[in-house]
C-alpha cells in the first residue's frame, strides 16, 4: 500500500463518520398533486427503492413522516403548498416542485430554510433537476440518500466530489508551508472516496479508501506539474496549490464515480487509469 502523509487515527476517525452517515435514514415522502405524485414515485423508483407517498390536504402536511419531502403541484397551488410547508418545517428539508408546464423556466429558489422551490416541467431535464435538489437539501444525509434511491446517486456523488474539491482548493491556499496542506487534502480525498463508495452501495474497508485515495493521488501526477510551476514562478505559490488541490481531487472523486459505476472490479490500477483518461 502506498504511504500516505496522514494521521491514521485522525483517518480512521474519517472513515467511522463516512460510516455512520452511510447509515442514517433517508427517506423520501411524496406529497401533493395525485397524478403528480403517481408519476414522481414512478421517477424515484427505478432501480431501487419506492419512496413513500401521501395524497390528502396540503394543509396537513405537518401531520407527514419521512426525512425529506417532495412535494409537487400545479401552479394553483403553490401558495397553499408554501404555507403548509412553512408550517411543516420537515426536519429533512423539502423540495417544491411547482408544475409550470411549457412555462416553466427551472429556475430554483430557496422561499426558507431547507426548501427549495424549483419551476419544473415534466421531461427529463425536470426530473433531473429534482433529483439533484433532493442531493442539496438532504445536506449530510445525501450520501444515505443517494444509497437507498439509485436516481439520485450520480447528483449526491458529484455533490460530495465538487465539496471535497472546493476545501481542498481553500486548503492549498490555507497553508504557507509547501507539503503541509497534503494530509488536510488527503484526509479529504480518502473521506470522498468512502462517500462515493457508500453512495454506489459499496461496503469498501478502510484499508481499501486509503489504498485508492493514495494510488490515485499519485497516479496522475499533479504534483509533479505543481512543484515544477513553483520552481519556476514562485510567486504563485499559494494559486498553484489550490489548483492542484482542486483538480487532482476531482480526478480522484471522478474516477471513482466511473470505478464504482463499473462494477467496482477488483484491481485499484482500474481507477488509477480512469483518474488518468480524466486527466487528458
Request: charged share 20%; proline share 5%.
Amino acid at each position: 500500500m502506498a504511504k500516505l502523509p496522514l494521521n491514521l487515527s485522525k483517518a480512521m476517525d474519517v472513515w467511522r463518520e463516512v460510516s455512520a452517515r452511510s447509515d442514517q435514514s433517508a427517506g423520501i415522502t411524496l406529497a401533493g398533486d395525485p397524478s403528480l405524485v403517481a408519476l414522481a414515485q414512478q421517477r424515484f423508483s427505478v432501480g431501487g427503492t419506492v419512496p413513500a407517498s401521501w395524497v390528502g390536504p396540503l394543509a396537513e402536511l405537518t401531520s407527514v413522516p419521512g426525512e425529506l419531502l417532495v412535494v409537487l403541484v400545479p401552479a394553483e397551488a403553490e401558495a397553499e403548498a408554501l404555507a403548509a410547508l412553512e408550517e411543516a418545517a420537515p426536519k429533512g428539508g423539502a423540495v417544491l416542485a411547482v408544475d409550470e408546464g411549457t412555462e416553466a423556466t427551472g429556475k430554483v429558489s430557496y422561499p426558507f430554510r431547507r426548501c427549495a422551490r424549483l419551476s419544473f416541467f415534466d421531461g427529463p431535464a425536470g426530473w433531473r433537476r429534482i433529483f439533484g435538489l433532493c442531493a442539496e437539501v438532504a445536506g449530510d444525509h445525501g450520501v444515505a440518500l443517494g444509497r437507498r434511491y439509485p436516481v439520485v446517486r450520480t447528483v449526491a456523488a458529484r455533490r460530495v466530489i465538487y465539496r471535497t474539491a472546493g476545501q481542498n482548493a481553500l486548503i492549498g491556499l490555507a497553508f504557507f508551508i509547501p507539503g503541509a496542506d497534503m494530509p488536510a487534502m488527503t484526509l479529504n480525498q480518502i473521506k470522498m472516496v468512502l462517500s462515493v463508495a457508500s453512495i454506489y452501495g459499496e461496503e469498501i474497508s478502510f484499508e481499501r479508501a486509503v489504498e485508492l485515495a493514495g494510488i490515485v493521488g499519485m497516479g496522475f501526477g499533479l504534483r509533479a506539474i505543481a512543484r515544477r510551476l513553483l520552481r519556476s514562478t514562485p510567486g504563485i505559490g499559494l494559486v498553484v496549490r489550490a489548483v492542484t488541490g482542486y483538480t487532482a481531487t476531482l480526478a480522484i472523486g471522478l474516477g471513482a464515480v466511473q470505478y464504482f459505476e463499473k462494477g467496482a472490479p477488483a484491481s485499484t490500477s482500474r481507477v488509477v487509469a480512469l483518474a488518468g483518461s480524466l486527466k487528458r
